[in-house]
């Protein structure tokens, strides 16, 4: 099951959601779900901890 990484809503029933990896250590997988995308919500890498849109 795949949550946004900002606020954790299953992005799966949602459209417009991406799915990239961590643009610093390329580690993780974050998931962005539209409406954050939207809103310029934060994001924050677990394993290296970068902060960014
Ligand atoms: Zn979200
Ligand atoms: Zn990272």
Redesign the pocket.
Known sequence: MKVCSSCGVKVETMDNWVEFH???????TIVRCSRCRKLGNTYE??????IGP
């Open positions: 961590c643009p610093s250590c390329g580690k993780t890498c677990e394993s290296c901890g970068v």
